[in-house]
């Protein structure tokens, strides 16, 4: 046989080979008829199939070796660090108070009560709060003070504090947190640069509106074009992981300080103001928002809370209480990008009609959404006691999100409740029902899974801060805490922009200019019922 041929059948016999690897083992009898109707290959090509199919044997024996080694008897200590792992799940279950505290709910408390214990001591040894100053051509202008060192100190030890949280709770990607924080926290620092340019800032164009946009372009930019599905591309794990709005916020929220001396003279006629019409409007708008917009009930509660209540420390808290985070968003947004006319109409307007500081003061305080934009309103007036009696309805009506988000949560949870129940009740075959995931959880469980934490953080800093705190400290504490929860807001902001993907928008426009009208409307009541109440508080009596 000449050398040609031989290469020949070599070959042929290679391709029977793989064709026989690439097919599924044939059954007994398929095998049986195979031999009956086919002739026997010549010589080569057997005795070069058999080489070539002991090799190919001995190769997958070999693979499979070294995939699947042979198990190994775990050695006495591993064994005894398991069984005293599984000892401790188990004691721990049984005593959830002693892991209870390591839990998401409960991280803003931590650290916002550390970083509040931090300032008091800052301020103690006389160190300035860190702040942008205003400039107007030079951007390095704003950077001169001196307490602008603090954030040398502060941008490290707040990032830690979150970091320490995402390894708590074992968040995903909780590792690269670092990359995903200098990102948020450079767009965090460049609003609060740019919201400090001089021009910017007689326009009221505060840092939420820079660091959402921030957060958007970065989102859009990452993510580019839409999947085939029409979602868009995840973000990466080490930025996800620093998109902690709600933890951002709640923090902030820990760090409001609310100083009882303050609060005495003004605090009958503030609660007037902030109370009376607040909770009644909140769950009329909500309701007509859901009877009339058609849009869903917790989307529609938020928006109504965030808009009477305080912006988004409120609509975080209601969210929280509604188990809906995610639908906190899209309402926080509207309301920072809205609120800018409030902030610059509203001191005109008192100043055309002619209303005193004080009754001015508590119309800004009262209906504009957030405390920033409320001291902004006011200094736009241009009268300190407008400012301060503005400061203080604001502050009361701050202490209003802890009864609203209990009384929600308890409403929302008994509702859920009812319902489980019902569900779980219609179900008529009791072996079912006994599997089924529709079993009533209890009342009071639920309900103190859905209560945010932070809100007693809340309280727990504004009980620390009027009595451990000494009273010459208090406006110095009060200041440099409230900067340090801004920078934790801001955070926020960026977040909510790095949620915000533009094409998804355009599949929720409709949902957006819903929620857009909702707010409108709310925020036109809120003006008009505030300024009744604040002409009756400050100026008939």
Not at 298 to 310: E, K, L, P, R, V
Not at 349 to 368: E, L, N, P, R
Not at 422 to 442: G, I, Q, T, Y
Request: aromatic share 10%; hydrophobic share 45%; glycine share 6%.
């Amino acid at each position: 046989m000449s050398s040609e041929q031989t290469t020949r059948h070599r070959r042929a016999s290679v391709d029977l080979l793989e064709k026989q690897s690439n097919t599924s083992p044939p059954t007994p009898a398929a095998t049986t008829a195979t031999t009956a109707t086919t002739t026997t290959p010549p010589p080569l090509v057997s005795r070069n199939s058999m080489v070539i199919s002991e090799a190919s044997s001995l190769d997958t024996q070999t693979n499979e070796k070294k995939e699947n080694p042979p198990p190994t008897e775990p050695s006495k200590d591993m064994k005894e660090v398991d069984v005293e792992r599984s000892a401790f799940h188990t004691f721990c279950r049984a005593h959830p108070f002693l892991t209870g505290w390591n839990h998401e709910d409960w991280w803003p408390c931590w650290i916002g009560l550390f970083l509040f214990g931090m300032v008091a001591i800052a301020v103690r040894y006389n160190v300035p709060e860190a702040h942008f100053d205003v400039w107007s051509s030079n951007p390095f202008d704003s950077l001169k003070p001196q307490g602008n060192y603090d954030l040398l100190v502060l941008f490290p030890l707040q990032g830690l504090l979150v970091w320490l949280a995402m390894w708590g709770t074992e968040a995903k990607a909780w590792k690269e947190f670092p990359k995903g924080y200098l990102v948020v926290y450079a767009c965090s620092f460049l609003s609060k640069w740019l919201a400090a340019q001089k021009s910017i800032k007689s326009a009221s164009l505060g840092d939420s509106i820079w660091a959402i946009l921030f957060g958007a372009i970065i989102r859009n930019a990452m993510g580019g074009k839409a999947m085939p599905d029409g979602r868009s591309k995840p973000l990466p794990p080490w930025l996800k992981v620093a998109q902690q709005t709600e933890l951002y916020i709640a923090c902030s929220l820990v760090l409001l300080c609310i100083n009882f001396n303050v609060l005495k003279p003004l605090a009958p006629r503030a609660l007037f103001v902030s109370w009376i019409d607040t909770p009644t409007l909140f769950v009329v708008v909500a309701m007509m928002g859901t009877a009339w917009l058609k849009i869903d009930l917790q989307t529609s509660m938020i928006m109504s809370g965030a808009t009477f209540i305080c912006g988004s420390s409120a609509a975080i808290a209601l969210a929280a209480s509604l188990g809906a985070g995610k639908k906190a968003d899209l309402p926080i947004a509207i309301i920072s990008v809205f609120t800018i006319p409030s902030i610059i109409a509203l001191p005109y307007i008192a100043k055309a009609i002619k209303i005193s500081a004080t009754v001015a003061g508590a119309w800004f305080g009262g209906c504009v959404d957030s405390t920033g934009a409320v001291i902004a309103a006011a200094t736009i007036y241009g009268d300190t006691t407008a400012v301060e009696t503005a400061a203080v309805v604001k502050m009361v009506q701050n202490v209003l999100i802890g009864p609203i988000s209990v009384g929600v949560a308890a409403v929302w949870t008994q509702r859920e409740e009812r319902r489980t129940r019902e569900l779980h009740n219609s179900l008529e075959d009791e072996h079912l029902r006994a599997k089924s995931d529709f079993k009533p959880v209890p009342y009071r469980t639920l309900l103190w899974s859905r209560f945010p934490k932070f809100v007693l953080g809340f309280v727990l800093t504004a009980v620390l801060f009027n009595t451990a705190v000494p009273e010459q400290d208090r406006t110095a504490v009060n200041t440099f805490s409230f900067m340090v929860g801004e920078w934790y807001s801001t955070m926020s902001f960026v977040s909510i922009g790095l949620g915000l993907q533009f094409h998804e928008l355009r599949r929720e426009a409709r949902l957006l200019l819903k929620l857009t009208a909702l707010y409108g409307i709310a925020q036109m009541v809120d003006i008009l019922s505030t300024l009744a109440l604040s002409y009756i508080a400050f100026e008939l009596f």
